[in-house]
């Protein structure tokens, strides 16, 4: 006999990862930096916001992946709100990268999980048909 689901209708998973998102939205980080007028280090707390993903969600509920992907992932109970939620986490990421939140250099790693990819295609193959003309102006 499994492990009793820790959700047990897609509302409550729902309402965990609503949960989720706005702990993510409002993280409180300690910054420090120098104050040239005042010629000293000053700290500040800052809200800043982390990327949504399902590992981080996991992690949030106390839940493993694994147990995440077999009791929700395939389930049809569930197939709505956990494709929302992968659909949220891509669209979260993008948005990040286009306000310039997250470096883009780090763009192929974090989106290669969306499928996306930085590889480009530089094979081409087919025929193109080639007409002359103006032939009547040509030397022999």
Known sequence: MGRQRKFKSAKQL???????????DNQMVLTHDFSSKNSE???KELKRSITYTIEGFCVFAGISRAAF?????D????????????EECE??????????MIPSQLAGLWMSKH?????????????VPVVISGEEDLED
């Not at 990421?93 to 306000?99: G, I, M, S, W």
């Open 115 to 127: 499928g996306y990819t930085t590889k480009t295609d530089t094979n081409v193959s087919g025929s």
């Open 14 to 24: 729902e309402e965990a990862w609503k949960a989720y998102k706005a702990d993510c």
């Open 69 to 73: 992907y077999e009791y929700y992932g």
């Open 91 to 100: 669209v979260d990421a993008r948005k990040k990268f286009e306000l310039q």
């Open 41 to 43: 280090f000053v700290s």
């Open 75 to 86: 389930n049809p109970k569930y197939v709505d709100i956990v494709t929302r939620m992968k």
